[in-house]
T-cell receptor
Framework: GENVEQHPSTLSVQEGDSAVIKCTYS??????FPWYKQELGKRPQLIID?????GEKKDQRIAVTLNKTAKHFSLHITETQPEDSAVYFC???????????FGGGTRVLVKP | EAGVAQSPRYKIIEKRQSVAFWCNPI?????LYWYQQILGQGPKLLIQ????????DSQLPKDRFSAERLKGVDSTLKIQPAKLEDSAVYLC?????????????FGDGTRLSIL
């Protein structure tokens, strides 16, 4: 089955700096890659996703890149703000069934 | 649009007892998922329904866990008997369908503590 590895497990950045989280996946048939943000005690919330026919996608301060050949994808947050502090999860799925396999999560702390 | 509703939010039981969780998905969403999230880990899929049929239950411990979605809308997940390792947050999610890239929307979860 699919295996998703996520690094780093914790990330501390100064407000205004950039944060980068990287994920690798094992199943070459995976072609949908969402990112979720989870604040303490709350539900995971979809913040951005990318499909295999796209190499990069941006939404304001958030961007995701995908390298299908290397089987890795990354989340980039620019101009970080204290409200970006949370746990971020990457995930991967195949077209059929839409079952998501999640990475282990990255705890991001933005220091003011 | 109302989100995914789950109840209860918290549950504390002793090992070997039984417990049930309830989920009501977003209106019109055909696909419903139950995930288990152990503290410090990412969610792990337990079971996926498409309408009232099971699509994937390969990671559901069927000797103690069961789930149903009889009318293709709301769903219940049951654990009987509970073990200490079942302590986790149980998340329900829904999506419009199984097609590529249909985003999954999560509920707030039920935090289960086993004593």
């Amino acid at each position: 089955g699919e295996n998703v590895e996520q690094h780093p497990s914790t990330l501390s950045v100064q407000e205004g700096d950039s944060a980068v989280i990287k994920c690798t996946y094992s199943d070459s048939a995976s072609n949908y890659f969402p990112w979720y943000k989870q604040e303490l005690g709350k539900r995971p919330q979809l913040i951005i996703d990318i499909r295999s026919n796209v190499g990069e996608k941006k939404d304001q301060r958030i961007a995701v890149t995908l390298n299908k050949t290397a089987k890795h994808f990354s989340l980039h947050i620019t101009e970080t703000q204290p409200e970006d502090s949370a746990v971020y999860f990457c995930a991967a799925s195949r077209a059929a069934g839409n079952k998501l396999t999640f990475g282990g999560g990255t705890r991001v702390l933005v220091k003011p | 649009e109302a989100g995914v509703a789950q109840s209860p939010r918290y549950k504390i039981i002793e090992k070997r007892q039984s417990v049930a969780f309830w989920c009501n998905p977003i209106s019109g969403h055909a696909t419903l998922y139950w995930y288990q999230q152990i503290l410090g880990q990412g969610p792990k899929l337990l079971i996926q329904f498409q309408n009232n049929g099971v699509v994937d239950d390969s990671q559901l411990p069927k000797d103690r866990f069961s789930a149903e979605r009889l009318k293709g809308v709301d769903s219940t997940l049951k654990i009987q008997p509970a073990k200490l390792e079942d302590s986790a947050v149980y998340l329900c999610a829904s999506s419009k369908g199984q097609n590529l890239g249909q985003p999954q929307h999560f509920g707030d979860g039920t935090r289960l503590s086993i004593l």
